[in-house]
């Protein structure tokens, strides 16, 4: 009697599991479009501030296009793009892009914007640091006095910006003070602020992130420390699988008028004071002054 | 303290206003993991049951990997198969990188070894008398392996529990393949993780209060059956 119920309970469970199986598969198939996707393999800094969360949606409106956002650090974004894994790319690292433009990988880089990037740590400032010009200046006191610092650790833009200034000094950190998180930005401004260290940090994710963190800014303003984005295209004569369409769209999308507009006052409302500076159609060399 | 209570009030608060975006999540979850169990289900029942029964050269050897696979990392599960799926890779032009199916197939790699694993431990933990008994009665080898199934039912909602468990648990390899894309592949891990790098505390307890919400339902019906199971041998 008892054995029969069971029995009847688990086949009801049975079909149930089947019906679902079969419902979920059909569902879950049905969601990829191929042709219409652009990925995007972008920086940890893009995606934590939220900026990316105001465009995309406009660009899918205004293109049809369906994108996909892969928020990786700038190094693994590169790898992305210089393997033909991903349509387009919107990264920090002047230098390493321009290798993949020499090596053909990308084509049609556009200047998009800038911030800073700035040295944040504990308010009591172990270092002394506070106001000092020079970042390369900053890291010699921090190195010295073997005040914990955090560094992404990951090849990430800030974190190839961190080792410029770092090989700047003449100086290769290492020992017990000098910590490699092997996260994004978010996370390893957290590890700063519970390990009271310093970091170097872009300045939009610090300003979205500051009421967590118990860090201040000490150093800011050094001309090594620009934090210019660009917007590039995977070559699609090197890779066919590539959406080129969909890239050259996005590309002409985050330097239009419309979208440098977004950037100019994008975080303005919450924090006081814009994330980004838009840079469409200018030259490098005059960022900053 | 304040940022537990501040989560637990947005939880509350999420739920009680049915956020869109919290509950397209958590039904993406419940469908990917869902789905994944089911496939590891019925793959590893079938496979498990012959692992435990058949007696062929090289068994222990599958059942050691077996054994292995139920400790697989989910971080080299998701490396593997976005190796496979990447454009330029083998399984490329199937065009399922960064899609909900790539997940489901991660997932399923992770459930699957456990699923397998339990099932055949389960059976295998049956009196051998039985089977003797029920051959002897004239019973078909389909009957016989029907009936050791049955006998085995518990230790195999125990292994759908674990197989479960784990792929609703995982992060590692649904970041990887899915990419953690809004509206199409972000799941309550993935996106308490993002939640957490972008420094919204709140949102993250909320979220993981809403997993935890979601495993403690399935794990407790799951339970039940497998009490009723239980009672009535």
């Known amino acids: ?25 059909f569902s879950v198939g049905a969601q990829a479009p191929a042709v219409r996707e652009v990925i995007l393999a972008t920086t940890t800094s893009t995606a934590d501030t939220g900026l990316l969360d105001v465009l995309i949606p406009i660009f899918e409106q205004q293109t049809g296009y369906l994108v996909k956002t892969i928020a990786v650090g700038t190094g693994q974004a ?212 | 303290m304040d940022l537990i209570v501040e989560g637990i009030t947005r939880a509350f608060w999420l739920l009680v206003k049915g956020d869109r975006e919290v509950f397209r999540i958590a039904l993406l979850t419940l469908k990917v993991s869902g789905t994944a169990t089911l496939i590891s289900l019925a793959i590893g029942v079938p496979l498990g049951t012959v692992l435990a029964l058949a007696r062929f050269r090289g068994r222990t050897a599958v059942a050691s990997l077996i054994n292995t696979g139920m400790g697989l990392p989910p971080v080299v599960v998701g490396l593997w198969v976005s190796i496979m799926l990447w454009r330029y890779g083998p399984l490329g032009h199937l065009r399922l990188l960064y899609t909900p199916t790539a997940m489901v197939i991660a997932q399923t790699l992770i459930a699957l070894p456990i699923v397998t694993g339990l099932t055949m431990s389960g059976i295998g933990q049956l009196d051998e008398g039985i089977r003797v008994q029920v051959l002897s009665l004239g019973a078909t080898r389909l009957q016989l392996v029907w009936l050791l199934v049955r006998e085995a039912r518990l230790a195999i909602l125990a292994a759908v529990i674990a197989g479960f468990g784990r792929a609703v648990s995982e992060i590692g390899a649904s970041m990887m393949v899915g990419g953690n894309v809004v509206g199409q592949t972000r799941v309550l891990t993935t996106a308490t993780s993002m939640e957490v790098s972008r420094g919204n505390f709140g949102t993250a307890i909320a979220l993981s209060l809403v997993l935890m919400g979601i495993s403690l339902c399935i794990t407790a019906f799951l339970t039940h059956l497998q009490q009723k199971g239980r009672s009535s041998t």
């Not at chain 1, 990430?156 to 910006?161: A, L, V």
């Not at chain 1, 017990?176 to 390893?188: H, K, L, P, Q, V």
């Open chain 1, 78 to 289: 590169l790898a992305l793009g210089s393997r033909g894994e991903a349509d387009v790319l919107l990264c920090h690292a002047p230098s390493s892009e321009l290798e993949l433009v020499e090596a053909g990988d990308v084509v049609n880089r556009q200047l998009v914007m800038h911030n800073d990037f700035i040295i944040v740590g504990p308010p009591g400032d172990p270092a002394g640091v506070r106001g000092l010009k020079s970042a390369a200046d900053a890291f010699g006191k921090i190195a010295s006095s073997q005040s914990s610092f955090v560094s992404r650790g990951d090849d990430s833009g800030t974190h190839k910006k961190e080792k410029e200034v770092w090989g700047k000094l003449g100086v290769s950190p290492d020992g017990d003070w000098y910590i490699e998180a092997g996260a994004g930005m978010g996370r390893t401004l957290s590890i700063a602020s519970e390990k009271e260290a310093y970091t170097l940090t872009d300045r939009g994710t610090y300003l979205s992130l500051r009421n967590t963190l118990d860090l201040e800014i000490l150093v800011e303003g050094d001309a090594i420390l620009l934090n210019i984005y660009h917007v590039m295209q995977v070559n699609p004569e090197k890779f066919d699988k590539v959406n080129a369409p969909g890239a050259q769209a996005f590309v002409e999308f985050m330097v239009s008028p419309k979208v440098q507009e977004i950037i100019s006052t994008f975080g303005v409302d919450k924090y006081g004071s814009p994330l980004f500076f838009p840079d469409a159609g200018k030259n490098v060399e005059d960022l900053g002054k």
């Open chain 1, 1 to 25: 009697m008892h054995a029969a119920r069971t029995s009847s309970v688990l086949n009801t469970l049975f079909v149930s599991l089947v019906s679902i199986l079969l419902l979920t598969s």
